[in-house]
């Protein structure tokens, strides 16, 4: 994070003003806080123009990638075959994965957070689960090469390829040279968070 110059802090609104957000194609978006439009700012997820936040990353491209897994996949949970409805990343986004549908699954939320961004081959095995899916295979029979193409495609592309704040996150740790600070510890029998003890979380807030 950095300090804000003063000609830029003055020229946000003030008191409880929403501020207009755009996207990186300039396509108007949910407007936020002043607050959250700050904290946009110092984490270098956007930029401001006239009076408008143009976020440095697509959250509408999220949301395409999403319906377009939930129709192929149902509302069915890639892992265990119960109900799900979430998005998960395969090869996850602290590892370098992009949100696409060659490397998203549905998943169910008790599956999606006890997880906790494992490696899916490491995930399987924690849980003794018995994989079907073809996208999750398909990382599982390359998955230490697909997850180094991945880090390398990160360090790699524009910001202006995330989708959603937490990917851009990811993209800036890794392009400031700290990957550590978005790679979690691995799993227990029932993790409870996907952050490191002791960092700074990186998840705080989503879109915009």
Not at 38 to 48: F, K, M, S, V
Not at 76 to 92: E, F
């Amino acid at each position: 994070m950095v300090g804000l110059p003063e000609s830029l802090l003055a020229a946000l609104p003030s008191g409880e003003a929403l501020v207009p957000v755009v996207d990186p194609r300039g396509r108007p978006l949910t407007p936020c806080t002043v607050e959250r439009a700050r904290q946009n700012l110092e984490d270098g997820l956007a930029t401001w123009e006239a009076g408008v936040l143009r976020l440095n990353y697509h959250p509408l491209a999220y949301r395409r990638v999403y319906r377009k897994v939930l129709k192929r996949d149902g509302y069915v949970c890639a892992w265990c075959g119960g109900v799900g409805s979430t998005l998960d990343h395969v090869i996850p986004l602290s590892w370098g994965g992009q949100t696409e549908p060659d490397n998203c699954v549905v998943a169910c939320r008790a599956c999606n957070h006890s997880r906790n961004n494992a490696l899916p081959s490491r995930f399987a095995a924690m849980r003794g689960l018995r994989i079907r899916h073809p996208v999750i295979l398909r990382v599982l029979a390359r998955e230490e090469e697909l997850v180094a193409e991945a880090e390398r495609s990160l360090l790699s592309r524009p910001i202006s390829t995330c989708v959603s704040r937490e990917e851009a996150q990811v993209w800036l740790a890794y392009h400031q040279g700290h990957p550590e600070r978005v790679h979690p510890e691995p799993p227990g029998e029932a993790p409870a968070t996907r952050l490191k003890r002791g960092s700074r979380p990186f998840l705080t807030a989503f879109l915009p």
